[in-house]
């Protein structure tokens, strides 16, 4: 069987220089991929949370925020932490700046000026890297029998969702998947706090009873 296509893929580019953004959107976009754009660090930690794109492209230098700090909130975040990151950087033998952006979280890097067949080969490469990845993922939060959501996947949304309730200060929820409307995380698990580790239940800034729906 063939193997999926990865050119369906949403790419993210950041560089804070317009010809660069257009030169890269001109090579994505002849090829099927899907571009986002982002011109500073701050737009794109903004974007890459609310659209999780498969790969980002990130220039090092850049005004504000550069390069390194970019990458190393988004791997911070785990919304966008598993988002390979392919840093652009103008200085190839520079190699103490090459080991700063891998050491950073960033998993391969493109000189500029690029070459458009190496960059279309390594942002093949890093979307057929992410989508094996988050299929692993998916399947071991499922069980095999059942194939629902596993007890893996009930921890993992309820530490996304408290690190959501910090970030914005508010009530912990989830979105259901029977409504459109935001319900209580664990309204599909009843009796979720007598299944949950203390360590959970002890960050809780309000009593464990909240979470069961009445």
Do not use: W
């Not at 063939?2 to 002849?30: K, Q, W």
């Amino acid at each position: 069987m063939a193997a999926p296509s990865v050119t369906a893929a949403t790419i993210l580019i950041v560089d804070d220089e317009e010809t660069n953004l257009y030169a890269l959107r001109l090579i994505l976009e002849s090829k099927g991929y899907r571009c986002l754009e982002a011109s500073s660090g701050p737009e794109a930690i903004q974007i890459a949370a609310a659209a999780t794109p498969e790969v980002v492209l990130l220039d090092i230098h850049m005004p504000e925020m550069d390069g390194y700090e970019v990458c190393r909130r988004l791997k911070a975040d785990a919304r966008t932490e598993s988002i390979p990151i392919i840093f652009l950087t103008a200085r190839y033998r520079d190699h103490d700046e090459i080991a700063r952006g891998l050491d950073a979280g960033a998993h391969d890097y493109v000189t500029k000026p690029f070459s458009a067949p190496e960059l279309l080969a390594r942002i093949g490469v890093m979307v057929r890297i992410q989508r094996a990845e988050a299929e692993a993922r998916r399947a071991s939060m499922t069980d095999s029998l059942t194939g629902l959501h596993n007890r893996r996947f009930l921890h993992q949304r309820l530490e996304e969702e408290m690190a959501r309730s910090r970030r914005h200060a508010s009530p912990p929820f989830l979105p259901s998947r029977h409504s459109r409307h935001r319900a209580s995380p664990l309204s599909h698990f009843p009796t979720f706090p007598a299944i949950a580790p203390p360590r959970f239940l002890a960050f809780l800034p309000f009593p464990p009873s909240h979470l069961v729906n009445k």
